[in-house]
């Protein structure tokens, strides 16, 4: 069953269930070894999923639980190899949304969930987005309106020495620094397999193509003179029709609104969505992250 989070929409089953787990992958045409988050009510349940749990990890989930933040731990013996693509670590998260939250308390036990959209293609932040992409596939959908955070989860890695950080998320780089007392590690080179961490991902199907600021107005009078152009920009500008859409100059507004502006323009059936790229800050590293993948050039 598909169901809201607070940062994108989950496709749910059981985690002990491994008829469960396939269906999700045969549903999102994703390949075997790309390991699912388990999500669970609460820190409550965290051994029953991970074993050696490092501090810092109770002391991110105590800042940060329920709430955008995915941990990745060292799995128990209990937990299904379909799960975690046969790695001995285990992606965990407690999602804050009432919704989910109700849910996780209802069942009991632990919700493999990855995002429900096809392998690669944007998530989804409307129940309505999830219908039109899995309708032929999921049993049921909560609806639970849209989701607050609209990008996927932070995913900080504490299974080995140095923590580190997977997926630059809404919870920002600075904040689990703070917690930790520790800078983070980015250096992805040699971490377990995230497909989110593929170069091409979160990517609608028109082509997309990032700009700077400074060279958005031109490129876009150029090519709309000869091909069917979309904007995606941080201002709105009320004169420039439907394809053109601000989203926000603030991070947080914006990260909410970019994936159903990014399907509401591939559904225009365009040539070219041209973005213009946010500054190189910290707190636009998320955004910027998803942008990256989403023109296929991370
Ligand atoms: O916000 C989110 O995290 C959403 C909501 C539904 O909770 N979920 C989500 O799941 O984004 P998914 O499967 O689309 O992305 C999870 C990412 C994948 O890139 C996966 O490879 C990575 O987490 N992951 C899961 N378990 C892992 C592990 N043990 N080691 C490394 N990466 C892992
Ligand atoms: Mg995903």
Known sequence: MAFPTETVYGLGGDARERAAIDRIFIAKGRPADHPLIVHIASAALLEDWATDIPNAALRLADAFWPGPLTMILRRNAKVLDAVTGGQDTIGLRVPSHPVAQALLRAFGDGIAAPSANRFGHVSPTTAAHVLAELSDSVDLILDGGACEVGIESTIVDLS????????????????????????????????????????????????????????????????????????????????????WRGLSADPTAYAKALYAQLRALDERKLDLILIELPPPTRVWEAVRDRLTRAAGRG
Do not use: M, Q
């Not at 397999?193 to 997309?208: D, Q």
């Open 160 to 243: 080995s020495r140095h923590p580190r950080i997977l997926r630059p998320g809404h919870l920002g780089r600075d904040a689990v620094e703070t917690v930790l007392g520790v800078g983070l590690d980015d250096d992805v080179g040699d971490a377990p397999r995230v497909s989110g961490a593929l170069a091409s991902h979160y990517a609608p199907r028109t082509p997309v193509r990032l700009l700077e600021t400074s060279s958005l107005e031109r490129l876009w009078r150029e090519e709309s003179k000869v091909r069917r152009i979309g904007v995606i920009a941080l201002e709105t500008r009320d004169d420039r029709g439907v394809d």
